[in-house]
């Protein structure tokens, strides 16, 4: 069994910044890959960034230029710093692990509040 773990979240004005951290911890042989999705009230889960294994990322139109993904693979650990935050980018922000035996795992998410 995985468990993720994340924090970091919190409230912050309009065009300030927050940096997530997901921490992975348990049976871990090798991780594909670990990405963040968020989901804002009464909406669908949503992608908002991906790493893989080898170091590659993959933003939503949405944040590209803003959020960047990186990650310790040494501490199983993948960040999100956020910078120029929106009101839109309010959610819940959650951690998922793609892990080499073929199952995914969501951490159970962190809260982050933008006021205008």
């Known amino acids: 069994q995985v468990q993720l773990v994340e924090s970091g979240g919190g409230l912050v004005q309009s065009g300030g910044s927050l940096m997530l951290s997901c921490a992975a911890s348990?049976?871990?042989?090798?991780?594909?890959?670990m990405a963040w999705y968020r989901q804002a009230p009464d909406m669908p889960r949503e992608f908002v960034a991906t790493?893989?294994?080898?170091?590659?990322?993959n933003y939503a139109d949405s944040v590209k230029g803003r959020f960047t993904i990186s990650r310790d693979s040494a501490k199983n650990t993948v960040y999100l710093q956020m910078n120029s935050l929106k009101p839109e980018d309010t959610a819940v922000y959650y951690c998922?692990?793609?892990?080499?035996?073929?199952?995914?795992?969501w951490g159970k998410g962190t809260l982050v509040t933008v006021s205008s």
């Open positions: 790493i893989t294994n080898g170091g590659r990322t």
């Open positions: 998922y692990l793609d892990h080499s035996d073929g199952m995914g795992y």
């Open positions: 348990g049976v871990i042989f090798r991780i594909d890959h």
